[in-house]
């Protein structure tokens, strides 16, 4: 039983194992969960704001871009009478009129960014590495936001055109006869493909991970899937909270701090495996947070 203990922990997955531990990644996890909270908030109100000038008025694509946003995160959303944190009726543009509107606009966008200031310190803690220059960091953070916003259109786009053709096929077969993987297959897929461009963004962008071989690829493509899973177990959770007496009000905060703590252990997770078979990584890691 000791040689097996021993090998198991010799090997990259219990190496990566005791560098998530020694850098303390469950409680660095829990501190980006919490800054999640004021993060969503501001860039719900951000993509509002965005979306008011590239979308006329609540069309097929707004509402499909809140769909995308409510799977990518489960309870954010009220989806099919399940409580969420907000509703999407509510959200209202800001003016961005003036230098208070774009002082405004500003501030959003930098709270909006507090996320993934905290992912991309402890992601880079978990690689190793230093935290680097704070202009170039916020910079990076900016990019990322940028581009995830690009993602979930995208995202948005390819269900509305995936959903026109399920109506198509439901034409040709006839009332019935739809297999189900029509309806939902289109959209796991583009769910998927949207968490690996999150889960890339955030190694690649924020980490600053090099593509050397196919390791990179794997952790990717395998966090991405995880992230995927935790998805659908996590909406499972907003039904069954939804009917429980005590947890029914608070189920969508309780959801979101629970679902964003595991995104963000599953991301250290695979940091620390890339910083552990990374040849090029110093000879002693950082014990303590990289500076955001």
């Known amino acids: 039983m000791r040689r097996v203990v021993a090998r198991v922990t010799a090997s990259v997955w219990g190496r990566a194992v005791a560098r998530y531990t020694r850098h303390h990644g469950g409680l660095l996890a829990g501190g980006i969960a919490y800054a999640s909270l004021a993060s969503l908030a501001a860039g719900l109100l951000l993509v509002a704001t965005v979306a008011s000038f590239l979308v006329i008025g609540r069309g097929e694509l707004w509402d499909t871009m809140v769909d995308v946003v409510a799977d990518a995160v489960p309870g954010l959303f009220p989806v099919d009478g399940q409580p969420g944190l907000v509703d999407p009726a509510t959200l209202h543009p800001t003016a961005v009129t003036g230098v208070v509107g774009v002082v405004a606009l500003v501030m959003l966008a930098r709270t909006a960014t507090g996320y993934l200031s905290g992912l991309r310190a402890a992601v880079r803690t978990m690689l190793g590495r230093e935290g680097g220059n704070a202009v ?12 995830l916003g690009l993602v ?29 993987w029509t309806l939902r297959g289109p959209a796991m897929v583009a769910a998927l493909v949207a968490d690996v461009a999150f889960v890339a963004l955030v ?25 995927t899973v935790l998805q659908q177990l996590s909406s499972l959770l907003v039904a069954s909270a939804a009917h429980h007496v005590i947890l029914a009000p608070f189920a969508a905060v309780l959801v979101i701090l629970l679902f964003t703590s595991l995104v963000a252990q599953v991301l250290l997770l695979g940091a620390a495996l890339l910083g552990e078979v990374n040849p090029h990584k110093a000879a002693s890691a950082p014990t303590t947070l990289a500076s955001p």
Do not use: H, K, N
């Not at 170039?136 to 581009?147: E, F, K, Q, S």
């Not at 190694?203 to 992230?227: E, K, S």
């Open 203 to 227: 190694y690649l962008v924020l980490g600053r991970v090099r593509w050397r071989d196919r390791l990179v690829m794997v952790t990717i493509l395998g966090v991405a899937v995880a992230i």
């Open 152 to 180: 979930v259109a995208v995202a948005a786009v390819v269900q509305v055109a995936a959903s026109s053709f399920a109506v198509t096929l439901a034409g040709w077969w006839g009332e019935g006869g739809t297999p189900v």
């Open 136 to 147: 170039t960091g916020r910079v990076a953070d900016a990019v990322t936001l940028l581009a």
